[in-house]
């Protein structure tokens, strides 16, 4: 399979695109797909895992970008060669996603002859404190080449420096930079070491900008100046420390040691798809996204919404986890779905922090949740076309089910692994506390013998403020459930209660004419038009059709799956006709305003045997991050970056759908739904701790 992404020209309008897809990461850090000239202005960026600050009180808190370590810039006879400034007359840039390594080729036509630059960089998954570059250029005649490297610190923020205080020095050849956060003051630090394979002046720039190596090379015809520049980033709040010493390294024994982790993870990660290459590749960049972004260096992280990209949605942690990757990680690399639960138990303080604010017993898990567990999502995060005031939302407060996501998730693991220590690790008392949330909201009408969850957002966050969201109601039915199995044989007065809980909380029933769902009270009455007519009344392209005054809000128009995701997540419980029923009714009623919305219509498509109908919401899913069509911006508001819940969607709509991979009675299942252009599936997963083989054709499976 050919496992590279690549452009044979340069477009600056294409320069974020650039840095979203081309992304690479090992988890403890991710920079984007930009070049190494590049500054601010050109959105390039190292974005760091679990480090957040606040630049000032009325700012949002986000994740933390490092100073730009990957900074070299070109001259030639005193002449600046660079993007996006000066234009090329040939250029080349590539990922090679099978290992994390972006290239580049550049040339430059001067009045003389040319200049050409070849660099090669990799965020290391041996080391993951490394930064590793190698920068070559030559010129087709004689001239004085000048190389400035070195950290850049006048980086890109979306929301204002977060830095109090920066300090760069050098000393033995090192260049060196700590900067300290604002709000918690913890240290980021970036040590970089430059060799280069010629004698030439060397000399050092420490400015407002940076610090930076100047090599002045006397270039000789054809003859190629290689730079290798080794960053060591690290942080105060690390608890593993990198041993590299820089100087008695070079890059390419980091390469070949970084290859041989990526083969690692490929040995039990790749998917072959014989008869259809563009699935396939499709599927297997979304894997190499997941990999790329996974927290690896601790036993207690997590994964943002936009993965290690950007700073977007506040680097925050939302329920696109535990329910669109976590399965991946599940099935392949089981210390890293430990490691997503983990963080979720380390942050359940601010999750009882939350729940008393809302005035509700137990854990109440922030909505956007950063290292702390403290929601981090604001009140206000649309604006009204009509007047441009931003208008409250309710994802902070209302967006109850996020809890039950991450039991699901818990619930998962404890099953699939037969780990029953992390019970004892705090996931036991995670589920009581989520459990207790749910009994604090439950409320019960004086007429009915039902407990029922009013004023919440399901899936679905068009509707908000509705009462007995399908999805919502039947995910706290599975925590009661839980809750009573984890606590029956304790001498203690929860398990009765949440088994009462669980027995009369109200599950809405398919309707006996059509087998359909009632998403929410009162969805049925509401107006029923299309997608297209809808998109016919706004006010101005891209509006959010949401919130108090959107467009869908009193329609049938659904911005993402919901109750589709709900027969995902439950679909042993109901018969295929009604699974059927639903996919008819909601597919066509919902905009996929969401990167999370095809893929589970697509996994419900292949659980009723219907490929054909599943196979283009799964190509929306799997080329979520390659084909760039989502906007990048909504307002002056930066939304861009990856998608790693679309590719984790996409790796659940083809091992758990077209492959129709289960477990039952601690065996491995297959029923197995194959789209048209797929002959034959062959992937691994491990699962008793033991690798297993699989192979789907359309006629016999086989495991190994």
């Known amino acids: 399979m050919d496992f590279k992404i690549k452009f044979n020209q340069y477009n600056k309008d294409d320069s974020m695109m650039y840095g979203n897809m081309l992304l690479t990461g090992n988890g403890y850090f991710g920079i984007r797909g930009t070049f190494e000239e590049y500054t601010k202005e050109m959105y390039g960026a190292i974005n760091m895992s679990g480090i957040y600050d606040r630049s000032e009180p009325d700012a949002w808190r986000e994740s933390v970008n490092a100073p730009n370590c990957i900074y070299v810039k070109l001259e030639a006879d005193k002449e600046t060669y ?8 040939n250029h080349y840039h590539e990922l090679d996603f099978k290992y994390g390594i972006f290239t580049r080729k550049t040339v430059w036509k001067t009045n003389k002859g040319t200049i050409t630059l070849e660099s090669e960089r990799f965020a290391s998954m041996h080391d993951k404190h490394l930064v590793c570059v190698k920068y070559t250029v030559f010129s087709d005649y004689d001239c004085k080449i000048k190389l400035t490297s070195g950290i850049n610190t006048d980086i890109w923020n979306i929301n204002g420096n977060h830095f109090a205080k920066v300090e760069k020095t050098s000393d033995n050849g090192y260049i060196n930079c700590i900067c300290t956060t604002i709000e918690k003051n913890i240290e980021l630090s970036l040590q970089e070491y430059d060799a280069i394979n010629t004698n030439c002046k060397k000399s050092i720039i420490n400015d407002e900008n940076g610090i930076f190596n100047v090599f002045e090379i006397n270039a000789k015809k054809d003859e190629k100046y290689v730079l290798e520049k080794i960053t060591k980033i690290s942080s105060s709040v690390d608890k593993k420390a990198s041993v590299t010493d820089l100087k008695k390294t070079n890059y390419e024994n980091l ?41 690896r260096h601790t036993d207690a992280g997590s994964i943002p919404a936009r993965g290690l990209s950007a700073q977007v949605y506040k680097g925050a942690i939302f329920w696109d986890t535990e329910m669109f990757m976590f399965d991946y990680f599940l099935h392949t690399d089981v210390s890293v779905a430990r490691t997503l639960i983990n963080y979720r138990i380390k942050t359940m303080g601010g999750a009882m922090i939350k729940a008393k604010e809302y005035g509700y017993e137990g854990a109440f898990y922030a909505w956007e949740s950063q290292e702390d567990g403290i929601d981090a999502c604001s009140e206000f995060n649309i604006i009204d076309p009509v007047s441009g005031r931003p208008l409250k939302t309710h994802f902070r407060d209302k967006q109850i089910h996020i ?46 013998n039902f407990y029922e969850l009013h004023n919440c957002i399901g899936p679905d966050e068009y509707h908000e403020c509705i009462n007995n969201n399908a999805y919502t109601n039947k995910m706290a039915k599975m925590v009661f459930d ?26 809405p029933s398919p309707r006996k004419e059509d087998d359909v769902i009632e998403q929410f009270d009162g969805y049925f009455k509401m107006e029923n038009c299309s997608v297209e007519d809808l998109k016919k009344r706004e006010y101005t392209k891209g509006e959010y059709w949401g919130g108090a005054y959107g467009i869908a809000t009193q329609t049938q128009i659904l911005k993402q799956a919901d109750v589709a995701t709900m027969l995902c997540m439950f679909k042993d419980e109901y ?27 697509s996994l419900l498509g292949c659980y009723l045997g219907n490929a054909e109908s599943a196979y283009p919401l799964f190509m929306t899913s799997a080329l979520a991050d390659l084909k760039e069509e989502r906007s990048q911006w909504s307002g002056k508001v930066f939304i861009g970056g990856t998608h790693p819940a679309s590719a984790g969607g996409a790796w659940m709509c083809a091992i758990l759908g077209f492959a129709g991979l289960g477990i039952k009675d601690g065996k491995i299942t297959l029923n197995p739904c194959l789209p048209e252009s797929f002959e034959e599936m062959n992937f691994k997963i491990v699962y008793n701790g033991k690798k297993h083989n699989i192979k789907v054709t359309r006629t016999k499976c086989f495991v190994d």
């Not at 290859?259 to 894997?287: M, Y």
């Not at 004892?424 to 009994?439: H, N, P, S, T, W």
Request: with cysteine; hydrophobic share 35%.
């Open 255 to 295: 390469k070949k040691l970084h290859i041989s982790e990526w083969d690692k993870i490929w040995d039990i990660s790749f998917v072959e798809i014989k008869g259809d290459k563009e699935a396939e590749k499709a599927l297997n960049f979304c894997i190499y996204e997941l990999n790329a972004i996974a927290p």
């Open 575 to 601: 018969s295929n006709k009604i699974l059927k029923a639903n996919f008819d009714y909601y597919e066509k009623r919902t905009q996929h305003g969401s990167s999370l919305s095809a893929c589970m219509y």
């Open 403 to 448: 809890s039950a996501d991450i039991i699901y998730a818990l619930k998962r693991y404890v099953e699939y692994t037969k780990d029953y220590s992390i019970l004892d690790e705090g996931g036991k008392e995670m589920v009581i506390q989520c459990a207790l949330f749910y009994r604090s909201a439950i409320v019960k009408r004086l007429n009915s």
């Open 82 to 89: 660079s993007l996006p400034d000066t234009l090329p007359s």
């Open 482 to 507: 839980y809750a009573y199995e984890l606590t029956k044989n304790d001498d203690t007065e929860h398990a009765l209660m949440f088994k009462d809980c669980a027995d009369k909380l109200y599950i």
